[in-house]
């Protein structure tokens, strides 16, 4: 797949609040689309390119429960395979391309919500980090994340995490761990790969009791 430039990206998109979803560079997500104005979205963005970027909301008090206060930092992704059911309900899969920050939210269209993106410091993003260039610990991270799943009677393939680069092992790790949302949005907003995985470690050290690194960024931003 080409490697987009800040060029191709859409300056309106459509956003996607879902709490404690995670979508990142590179990384698959799939989602069952079923309520009807985000199957509007769904339909008008495959008509358009495919956009769609996934945002948190930020537990902010709201005026309207139906469209909370969201955080400013989301993921834009675009559509790569979906199908529609007989009922207008949506299967589709979104790969991460770029994060983004929301420079302004615009009118609602049919129901859902648009913003007005900002991806200029995420730019770093369109490209994959080069082999090795995160200083990866691999196998403490592995290490620690085992501790941290096998305490939840989660499951990983961690004979394919082997063969992973580290994007994808890193930021897999990050979209498919349990952890709170706002966890979650630090995750998202870490400056690097090398800070999100060191985030990721020491969310999990919290979690499995271990003495988290002293360096790490906290929880929030």
Request: with cysteine; charged share 25%; hydrophobic share 45%.
């Amino acid at each position: 797949m080409d490697t987009p430039t800040l060029a191709d990206l859409p300056e309106i998109v459509p956003i996607f609040p879902l709490s404690g979803v995670l979508l990142l560079p590179r990384m698959p997500l799939p989602l069952h689309i079923f309520e009807p104005r985000y199957r509007a979205m769904t339909r008008d963005a495959l008509a358009d390119g495919g956009w769609i970027a996934m945002v948190q909301p930020s537990g902010a008090a709201a005026d309207d429960p139906m469209n909370p206060p969201v955080y400013p930092t989301a993921c834009l992704g675009r559509i790569v395979a979906h199908e529609e059911a007989e009922d207008g309900r949506y299967n589709i899969v979104l790969r991460g391309t770029c994060r983004l920050r929301i420079a302004e939210e615009l009118p609602p269209q049919d129901g859902y919500r648009r913003v007005r993106a900002d991806y200029a410091a995420f730019a770093g993003d369109l490209a994959p980090p080069a082999p090795g260039a995160s200083g990866l610990a691999r196998e403490a991270l592995i290490a620690t994340m085992q501790t941290y799943l096998d305490r939840r009677n989660l499951k990983a393939n961690w004979e394919e995490a082997a063969k992973a680069s580290d994007e994808q092992m890193v930021n897999s790790l990050a979209m498919a761990c349990p952890f709170a949302p706002r966890e979650k949005q630090a995750l998202l907003e870490a400056d690097d790969l090398a800070g999100r995985a060191q985030l990721l470690q020491a969310l999990a050290e919290l979690d499995t009791g271990g003495v988290a690194n002293d360096n790490a960024p906290p929880p929030m931003h």
